[in-house]
């Protein structure tokens, strides 16, 4: 079995910064893609930004030039760098894997249970 631990949600004043982190333990052979997505209150979950195996990235446009997305292949931990924050930034943070392989073979998509960020005076 995958897990997926996040941690660094907090509360912010707007213009701040704050760094998330996710760490993927478990029988864990690679990883495609991480990521994160952010679900606000009334809102569908959306993308923030992904980082491939190969450092190749993908930003929310909302979040371009603001967040930075980092991993860490062989510790299997995948961070996101949040600067300049705003309000619409509050939400729910999850962290994701996804083209798991496992020891047994391939696992599939993994989410954390996520993390709280309020960006808040």
């Known amino acids: 079995q995958v897990q997926l631990v996040e941690s660094g949600g907090d509360l912010v004043q707007p213009g701040g910064s704050l760094r998330l982190s996710c760490a993927a333990s478990?029988?864990?052979?690679?990883?495609?893609?991480m990521g994160w997505y952010r679900q606000a209150p009334g809102k569908e979950r959306e993308l923030v930004a992904e980082?491939?195996?190969?450092?190749?990235?993908n930003y929310a446009d909302s979040v371009k030039g603001r967040f930075t997305i980092s991993r860490d292949n062989l510790k299997n931990t995948v961070s996101l760098q949040m600067s300049s924050l705003k309000p619409e930034d509050t939400a729910v943070y999850y962290c994701?894997?996804?083209?798991?392989?496992?020891?047994?073979?391939?696992?599939?998509?993994?989410w954390g249970q996520g993390t709280q960020v309020t960006v808040s005076s």
């Open positions: 994701n894997a996804k083209g798991v392989y496992v020891s047994s073979g391939y696992g599939g998509t993994y």
């Open positions: 478990g029988s864990i052979f690679s990883i495609n893609t």
């Open positions: 980082i491939t195996s190969g450092g190749r990235t």
